[in-house]
């Protein structure tokens, strides 16, 4: 028999569907479950101790009721704070979402670098050391931003975003001493890739993005390779942890990313 066990997709909100859509890419007949966790959005301004302590428990009660095949931490916030507790505390398959430091070190050419990521995720030691080990000959400017979360998840909402707030968002990199010279921008929170044409419309001219969504989907790809699949492919299941208007209002997106049943934790 077919293995109808899916993959699981977590994040605080809508972010993590930058990463499940090139994953879906690749692998079109893998059943999806994908987790927002509406009731503790957003990560970004809360603290370490917070989330270390509240993704690990979400996802075990996750594996439970929907038996996942492998889970995808679709958030760099809860991946650099809890990604090691997860797989500490569940037997199965967890890819982490970091940021995509060495690509964009291996691209840039000015040798500067910004990652754009949440306060959370770009004061952690893990950046640190990925700067040291792949951007070590590279000047490395970081900016946390709550706001283009949000803009991100309105966006996806069918709300109109306007370009100035994503341009005062930018600029708070290349405002930084030094941010003139960035030509490469690491989008370290998994929400900013859905926020790509309005960031390349404020950006000065040559400036690269990067994110590491599509390297998060040649993981499963390879993670998965021996398995087998259903060839029915059952309705792909949304689920938040908080019912609201906002929630609702995501339906139809969800839908276009193969997530037409709609849950509640």
């Not at 950046?127 to 400017?141: E, K, S």
Request: with cysteine.
């Amino acid at each position: 028999m077919a293995d109808r066990r899916p993959v699981l997709f977590f994040d605080s909100g809508v972010g993590g569907l930058s990463v499940l859509g090139p994953t879906t890419a690749l692998l079109p007949q893998a059943p999806l479950v994908y987790v927002a966790d509406s009731a503790g959005f957003p990560y970004g301004t809360k603290s370490e101790a917070e989330i270390a302590a509240r993704v690990p428990a979400l996802l075990g009660r996750l594996a439970e009721r929907y038996d996942p095949r492998l889970i995808v931490i679709a958030c760099n916030t809860a991946s650099t704070i809890a990604l090691q507790h997860v797989r500490a505390a569940l037997d199965l398959p967890i890819v982490g979402t970091v940021p995509a430091i060495k690509p964009a070190a291996e691209t840039s050419r000015t040798r500067t670098i910004g990652v754009l990521g949440t306060a959370a995720t770009v004061r952690q030691p893990y950046v640190d050391d990925l700067a040291a080990r792949f951007a070590g000959d590279c000047t490395v400017l970081r900016h946390g931003s709550a706001a283009l979360v949000e803009l991100a998840e309105a966006k996806l909402a069918g709300e109109v975003i306007a370009l100035d707030a994503v341009a005062n968002e930018l600029g708070g990199l290349f405002h930084q001493p030094g941010g003139d010279r960035i030509d490469v921008i690491v989008n370290a929170c998994t929400h900013f890739p859905l926020l790509a044409p309005e960031m390349r419309a404020v950006a000065p001219e040559g400036v690269q993005f990067v994110d590491g969504g599509p390297g998060i989907a040649r993981r499963v790809a390879y993670l998965t390779r021996a398995q087998s699949w259903p060839t029915d492919l059952p309705p792909g299941r949304a689920v938040f942890t908080a019912r609201d208007h906002r929630a609702d209002a995501l339906a139809p997106m969800l839908a276009r990313y193969g997530l037409s049943r709609i849950e509640t934790l």
